[in-house]
């Protein structure tokens, strides 16, 4: 691999203490030294390419018969050089998926997911999310506080998912339990991704018997002819897919709406709606920093750099997205402006963006218009990260408000005797119960906020 003159033990790794102190200030480092395409290593030392240009992402991701999906093509993998415990191959390892996946079985495996979360009604799903919402806000409102990371966003996209994918409701807390451990890596996530796995598979037999309008269904009737195992794969990456980056953007928005002058700003004074709210998140924190990867079919060249045929190729979304040829100025508002990478381009897309968006902005919306004179209960310096090395995640968002009492009590769901028994894990999740009066008027929670924040 082509390294500007430097030796290959002088590369910078997207791992290790710099990577995840600082992953914005490694992008820099990598912009300033390199230019559009910067050489890196991964976990093991294995080389790859970074792509920290917005327009040199867009022609990788919109360009596969040059970069393709199909991480089998990667040579390191042809070479036998990745180790069958690096923590790389749960990402890279190939998968009967759409997003491993070019040309004719693409088209054939991604139009059996679009038509089908295509089906979706969205005033639907704003329903879900509401509901949802209402039972979170009953379990921590009367404390008066509450942790909005693990008590609220990393439990609201999965429990909206489980309704959508057709499981019942029961299932919800603990799938979002099982969710968690897995995609933080802990010692119980192999039992966790086996609980998801044969949560799915428990789904598909009833719902080949009885049928409904859920994304199980659909997958499994579509005209595509998905086998049950390229079935089982697509809901469980839909699953956890779209549960991770939702956490991370719902998160996100929260943060900036309760610590940026800037953005409350807009946000409060009318300039800004909630939508646009999320286009200004999704360029400054994209739920996902990177996203591997990409795998040259052949000898070509990419931002002046020469990449070998079976190169990998990372898609860098965060340093895209603050690519000074397109963000001079980083203090500039892009609210309403989706030309940001955070959901890709071309034929991989992601199709479940407007899902995503729907959950995220319905479910903060709900959150602020039941508490809206919510606040940040620390300051904004002791806010940490987590750092990956394909995402960022807000550890905690400790709030304060004025308590709230539910005006009536319900008994949480009993669980079905059927539901698959949930493996031990490290921490339990907040239980989930009832539901919270809605009030007959809403709030401008904005205006409130306004308000509140000049004080």
């Known amino acids: 691999m082509e390294t500007a003159g430097r030796g290959a033990g002088a590369l910078r790794r997207l791992y290790g203490p710099e990577a995840e102190a600082d992953p914005v200030g490694l992008y820099e480092k990598l912009r300033a030294e390199y230019g559009e395409v910067a050489p890196v290593l991964l976990h093991g030392d294995l080389p790859a390419w970074l792509i920290v240009g917005h327009?040199?992402?867009?022609?990788?991701?919109?360009?596969?018969?040059?970069?393709?999906r199909d991480s089998r093509r990667w040579r390191a993998f042809q070479e036998g050089q990745v180790a069958p415990d690096s923590p790389l191959m749960p990402v890279i390892a190939w998968q009967p998926l759409c997003v491993f996946a070019d040309g004719e079985e693409h088209r054939r495996l991604r139009q059996a997911v679009t038509d089908s979360l295509n089906r979706f009604d969205r005033r639907g799903i704003r329903r879900h999310v509401t509901r949802f919402t209402d039972q979170l806000v009953q379990d921590f409102g009367p404390t008066g506080r509450a942790e909005l990371v693990s008590q609220f966003a990393e439990h609201l996209p999965m429990l909206v998912m489980t309704q959508l994918v057709g499981m019942p409701e029961e299932y919800g807390p603990r799938l979002v339990?099982?969710?968690?451990?897995?995609?933080?890596?802990?010692?119980?996530?192999?039992?966790?991704n086996d609980y998801v796995v044969a949560t799915l598979r428990r789904m598909m037999d009833r719902k080949r018997v009885a049928p409904g309008?859920?994304?199980?269904?659909?997958?499994?009737?579509?005209s595509a002819g998905l086998s049950d195992d390229e079935v089982l794969e697509h809901l469980r990456v839909v699953l956890l897919a779209a549960n991770e980056t939702t956490v991370n953007l719902i998160a996100d928005t929260l943060k900036m709406v309760l610590t940026d002058q800037r953005f409350r700003a807009h946000l409060s004074g009318g300039q800004m709606t909630l939508s646009e709210a999320l286009d200004q998140v999704l360029w400054d924190s994209p739920p996902m920093s990177l996203v591997a990867g990409r795998w040259a079919t052949g000898d070509t060249e990419l931002g002046g750099r020469r990449i070998k045929e079976g190169d990998m190729l990372l898609l860098g979304l965060a340093a895209g997205n603050a690519d000074p040829v397109v963000r001079p100025d980083l203090s500039t508002p892009?609210?309403?402006?989706?030309?940001?990478?955070?959901?890709?381009?071309?034929?991989?897309?992601?199709?479940?963006?407007?899902?995503?968006?729907?959950?995220?902005?319905?479910?903060?919306?709900?959150l602020l218009t039941r508490l809206p004179d919510i606040q940040l209960a620390v300051e904004e310096e002791e806010l940490t990260y987590t750092s990956a090395w394909i995402s960022r995640h807000l550890a905690g968002l400790p709030v304060h408000f004025e308590p709230r009492t539910p005006d009536e009590e319900e008994p949480p769901p009993a669980l079905g005797a059927d539901a698959p028994a949930l493996p031990r894990l490290p921490q339990a999740a907040p239980g989930v119960a009832g539901t919270v009066g809605i009030p007959r008027q809403r709030r401008g929670w904005w205006r409130t906020l306004t308000g509140l924040f000049r004080r």
Not at 177 to 192: C, F, H, P, Q, V
Not at 214 to 222: E, F
Not at 337 to 347: D, E, I, K, T, V
Request: charged share 20%.
């Open 55 to 68: 327009s040199a992402n867009l022609t990788a991701m919109r360009t596969p018969s040059r970069f393709s």
């Open 334 to 366: 892009l609210h309403g402006n989706r030309s940001h990478l955070s959901f890709g381009s071309g034929p991989h897309e992601c199709p479940g963006q407007d899902i995503g968006r729907a959950i995220a902005e319905t479910g903060i919306d709900i």
């Open 177 to 192: 339990e099982a969710a968690r451990d897995l995609m933080k890596g802990t010692e119980t996530a192999i039992a966790s």
């Open 213 to 222: 309008a859920d994304l199980v269904s659909w997958l499994m009737q579509h």
